[in-house]
């Protein structure tokens, strides 16, 4: 089963013909992804890995039956990019690229939920149905397939929150990078649904960070879970009123803070870990 | 990046938005004369990036272009809630009939633009009652027209003259949020005079992944001299004024360390986040910046993704050949090219931990050993 994509999702690169695209691309192939085609506007003939690439979106969707898009295009560009895909018709599209100004953003955000289109990002990692397939970039040896469902706003955390489970016999049924920015087009509880009815997943672990109130908004629907729910929330230490990478990672007035999403979390029946490696033990007594 | 309020007040006159007679000033002289340009009573604003300015004492009301000489010359020695101040704002004095707030932000959750209003202006708006604030957001394919205007001064309770003019107002702000990029601008307070409305505030905060496109708009500094060379190099860097120099890749790993490092009861000199994908040339930029903060010890933890191990080892091995590193290094290293970024670093007589939690511990301990 696994949530968004599965071991039959045709995926296109976009931006294949650049540095990371390439690279990725090569990870993406050997970790099992179905790659059918790359684009990349004037190298149209090409081919990266093997892959076909074509000039735009349209006329890869002419020649392969495309599931899903992955942008590797910088921020400057990335709003014509996500138009092209979600207009193509193109049903999931991650977005990798950093840096996308907010109004692009909303932008993109507000065509895709016209057109039906699952956003995975702007600024993520992306989304890893483990042992089936992996869009975008976290390193392919620390996710391994098995029942447990990961949810996350930032990325390099969450590969080794993953690569903790993995070492503690966790595997995972897919791992959900939301994104770092403040508009992005997944929530917690939108992924959170859709791991409740997942039968593969058995418990899910979802790690939040200060500021804005995403895990407090995700405390309401944990509350009405029936699968055990455990959380990490990166910044305990933080200072108020410093931006701590993340357009999102902020405490302002006072809102947003550690204690309260600890807090909001704890009242909804979720585990809370303090540091990143306690997260397989408190997953081992919540299964029990 | 914050905007000083003559800097949104200008950019609101630009557009139409009607501000108060007024000039930025950096002297008690051009505060008079521009007191005397303006004529009649005036008000002398510091311009700060915080806001809270009157219970400071950072605004004071002047009768004539002398008092507004005094009140520049004391304006300009202070430090408003630990901002020096530069600059002030002389400006006529309104006649205030009443006060309402008006503010366009992003709204994370909803995804969408919010204008915020409330018919309860010039205070804080976290302080208003719900019931008296106006909530409504904008579809960014349709934008602001004017039947929105009507529906939130319907909901305001305006009448007449002042919600023709408030119509046009709120569709100009709109209009100004959207083409500058804003994450915020908010009018606080929104003064009615007779039948005038007057943005007698401006706060302005301008996206800065959008800069790169907002070239007309002055840079506004507001970090310290490191965490602006960090920036210069794409890092994200907060300092915190501990002694273990922090550097690991994404944000949310950089959190995670800083918590790990405190709970074994060290302290962190800083936030920095390495960022994605940052090449050898950036890495090694990184760990010089560290340096600056005269640690005790460097704690480097990598998680490689888009970042690639080899990269990091071979701009470590070249910060410690060019320049040296004076403390001691505890390096975390997994991840995409791991074997080959521990080996180079082990041909260069360094180690590398595995697991996260022991390398923080060792840097603890060497902070703390006197």
């Known amino acids: 089963m ?60 002419e020649n392969e039956r495309v599931d899903a898009s992955v942008l590797f295009i910088p921020a400057p560009f990335a ?142 629907y944990i509350k009405k879970m029936t699968k055990p729910v455990v959380a990490y929330i990166a910044g305990k230490s933080a200072p108020p009123g410093k931006r701590m990478g993340h357009a999102g990672a902020i405490i302002e007035r006072g809102k947003g803070t550690f204690g309260a999403k600890v807090e909001a979390l704890q009242s909804a029946g979720a585990s809370v870990a303090t540091l990143p490696f306690e997260v397989p033990e408190l997953l081992r007594n919540a299964l029990k | 990046m914050k905007l000083f309020e003559y800097m949104g007040k200008s950019i609101f006159s630009t557009y139409g938005i009607k501000v108060p007679a007024g000039k930025m000033v950096t002297n008690p002289d051009d505060a008079a004369k521009a007191a005397q340009e303006v004529g009649g009573p005036v008000v002398v604003k510091s311009q700060i990036l915080t806001g809270k300015r009157g219970k400071g004492g950072g605004i004071k009301f002047a009768d004539n272009p002398e008092e507004a000489r005094q009140a520049a010359s004391d304006i300009l020695s202070m430090t408003v809630q630990g901002h020096k101040v530069e600059r002030i704002l002389v400006e006529e004095k309104l006649q205030i009939d009443k006060e309402l707030y008006l503010a366009i932000t992003v709204d994370g959750a909803a995804k969408k633009p919010v204008i915020i209003a409330s018919a309860q202006g010039g205070m804080d708006i976290e302080e208003v009652p719900d019931d008296y604030i106006v909530k409504q957001h904008v579809d960014v394919s349709l934008g602001v027209y004017p039947y929105l205007g009507q529906e939130i001064s319907r909901r305001l309770g305006l009448a007449g003259q002042i919600s023709k003019e408030f119509k046009q107002l709120l569709i100009l702000l709109y209009k100004i949020f959207r083409e ?151 390096i975390r290293l997994v991840g995409t090219n791991e074997e080959e970024g521990v080996k180079i670093l082990q041909e260069n007589g360094m180690n590398a931990y595995k697991v996260m939690q022991e390398a923080a511990a060792k840097a603890v301990e060497i902070a703390n050993a006197g």
């Open chain 1, 2 to 61: 696994a949530i968004i994509i599965n071991e039959n999702t045709n995926v296109i690169v976009q931006g294949i013909t650049g540095k990371q695209g390439r690279f990725h691309t090569r990870q993406m192939l050997a970790y099992g992804t179905k790659i059918v085609g790359g684009v990349s506007p004037g190298k149209g003939g090409q081919e990266v890995e093997g892959i076909p690439v074509y000039d735009t979106v349209y006329e890869a969707m």
């Open chain 1, 79 to 220: 709003k014509d990019a996500a138009f092209e895909n979600i207009t193509a018709g193109v049903k999931v599209l991650v977005i990798v690229t950093e840096h996308i100004p907010v109004h692009d953003e909303m932008e993109i955000i507000d065509l895709a939920r016209k057109k039906g289109t699952t956003v995975v990002g702007p600024n993520t990692f992306g989304i890893v149905s483990s042992g089936k397939c992996k869009i975008g970039i976290p390193p392919n040896q620390f996710f391994v397939e098995g029942p447990i469902g990961v949810v996350a706003r930032s990325g390099t955390l969450t590969y080794e929150i993953v690569a903790n489970l993995t070492a503690n016999g966790f595997g995972q049924s897919t791992v959900v990078g939301l994104g770092g920015d403040r508009v992005v087009g997944l929530s917690f509880v939108d992924v959170l649904e859709k791991f409740e009815k997942d039968p593969e997943t058995k418990a899910v672990v979802l790690v939040g960070e200060i500021g804005g109130n995403a895990e407090e908004e995700a405390s309401l």
């Open chain 2, 180 to 330: 500058k990029d804003a994450e915020l601008v908010e009018i606080n307070p929104l003064v009615i005079s007779g039948d005038r409305l007057i943005a007698a505030d401006s706060k302005m905060t301008i996206d800065d992944d959008a800069l790169f496109r907002q070239k007309d708009i002055p840079y506004v500094e507001e970090r310290t001299s490191i965490e602006k060379q960090a920036h210069d190099l794409g890092l994200a860097f907060v300092e915190l004024g501990g002694n273990i120099a922090v550097m690991a890749n994404g944000a949310g790993m950089s959190m995670g360390s800083l918590d790990t490092l405190v709970h074994y009861g060290g302290q962190p000199a800083n936030f920095l986040d390495a960022g994605g994908g940052t090449g050898m040339e950036g890495t090694a930029k990184a760990i010089e910046l560290l340096l600056q903060t005269n640690p005790k010890v460097i704690f480097i933890n990598i998680f490689g993704g888009i970042t690639r191990c080899d990269d990091v080892a071979n701009a470590l091995v070249q910060v410690k050949k060019t320049r040296g590193i004076p403390v001691p290094v505890v």
